[in-house]
């Protein structure tokens, strides 16, 4: 069974910084492309950073400057550095593996996600 399991989320002041943790379990993370989302109060969850099995990333425009999406093979894990918080970040992040024109691929595997409250 696929699961992601996220954390590192938390309350910071605006211009502050977290990294965001993802943990894969039941599926190799380094064989697929694997995305951040983040899902705001009354808003679609939309993709903000992925890479790609070669170390390719990309960015959402809001995000793209402050965000940073790394991982590590050996430990089964993506990170998402997010910098420069702005109260419009806040939203719960979730990860998962990214499909065709940004969706995720694993739907029914969403995990709990990890809170960002970005407020001073």
């Known amino acids: 069974q696929v699961q992601f399991v996220e954390s590192g989320g938390g309350l910071v002041q605006p211009g502050g910084s977290l990294r965001l943790s993802c943990a894969g379990s039941?599926?190799?993370?380094?064989?697929?492309?694997m995305g951040w989302y983040r899902q705001a109060p009354g808003k679609q969850r939309e993709l903000v950073a992925a890479?790609?099995?070669?170390?390719?990333?990309n960015f959402a425009d809001s995000v793209k400057g402050r965000f940073t999406i790394s991982r590590h093979n050996a430990k089964n894990t993506v990170y998402l550095q997010v910098n420069s918080l702005k109260p419009e970040d806040t939203a719960v992040y979730y990860c998962?593996?990214?499909?065709?024109?940004?969706?995720?691929?694993?739907?029914?595997?969403w995990g709990q996600g990890t809170q960002v409250t970005v407020s001073s």
């Open positions: 998962n593996v990214v499909g065709t024109s940004g969706s995720a691929r694993l739907g029914d595997s």
């Open positions: 039941g599926i190799i993370l380094m064989i697929y492309k």
């Open positions: 890479i790609t099995t070669g170390g390719d990333t």
